[in-house]
């Protein structure tokens, strides 16, 4: 997969892709990241790429010259890309926004600054908005390194074979369990019985058992989308009413 990043602060993008799985990632080949910066689409004598909010007001906006050029750059390319702007106008990004995104050839991520970019960049000239939630940051580059991180690691053969993605959408919309490696006791806290016991069918039962009460404790919203089996709810019927601090 391509992935291009359409920036001002290219420094501010570079270094997270260089590590860990994501540079190994781009080491294998798996994913090239081509870092653009928006100034060299720029033609003025200063390469400007912001200017004052017509109307009025305070800050700067993104011109529209600038980004529409880097943007017909990317998208000249073949495959032509998916233009995506993030921004907290955006979709929603989640999960399936991410799985979604995993089956495109080419991405541009389009990072703002600022007030945001001129509107008709983002009426005419990108094909999708996406926000990573609902807060408010200085710009779209770390909005853009999380949507990279989450579709990478969705590609085949970018994680190792351990972490299997497929079971991680299976089992959606449930929080993880806790995890525990040695020792088994530090200071006062034990790690629970039941997973040095070797049984690995009671270790199993046991781990959906605190995935489903963290999930009832901390995201009951997640648990209305999840299909329980009744298995799963005879599971959560035991752990109700659990304070989820408790030693389990
Ligand atoms: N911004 N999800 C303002 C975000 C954001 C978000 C990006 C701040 C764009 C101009 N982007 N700029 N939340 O807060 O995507």
């Known amino acids: 997969m391509i992935i291009d990043i359409l920036t001002i602060f290219p420094e501010m993008v570079a270094s997270p892709l260089e590590e ?33 909010p017509y109307g009025g007001g305070s800050g700067m906006v993104m011109k529209v010259e600038p980004l529409v050029r880097a943007i017909a750059h990317a998208r000249a ?17 989640s999960q399936d926004v991410a799985w979604e995104l995993s089956r495109e050839r080419h991405l541009t991520l389009v990072c703002g600054r600022y007030e945001g970019v001129d509107e008709r960049v983002r009426r005419h000239y990108v094909d999708d908005e996406i926000s990573i939630g609902d807060y408010v940051l200085t710009g779209g580059e770390l909005p853009a390194l999380v949507v990279v991180d989450a ?56 781990r959906r058992q605190q995935s489903l009460r963290r999930t009832w404790q901390r995201r009951p919203d997640l648990l209305k989308e999840a299909d329980l089996s009744d298995g799963d709810r005879e599971l959560l019927a035991e752990v109700i009413g659990d304070d989820g601090k408790s030693t389990p």
Do not use: M
Not at 77 to 93: E, K, N, T, W, Y
């Open 77 to 93: 390319a073949d495959p032509p890309a998916r233009v995506i702007l993030l921004s907290p106008q955006g979709r929603p990004f």
């Open 151 to 206: 579709v990478a690691r969705l590609l085949p053969g970018v994680l190792g074979c351990s972490e299997s993605t497929a079971e991680e959408s299976f089992a959606h919309a449930l929080l993880e369990y806790p995890q525990y490696t040695r020792p088994d006791i530090f200071e006062d806290h034990q790690v629970p019985e039941i997973l040095l016991s070797g049984n690995h069918a009671a270790v199993r039962r046991w």
């Open 20 to 52: 860990s799985i994501l540079g190994k990632a781009v080491e294998r080949g798996l994913i090239a990241v081509r870092i653009l910066n928006i100034r060299d689409f720029a033609t003025d004598r200063h390469q400007t790429t912001d200017d004052r």
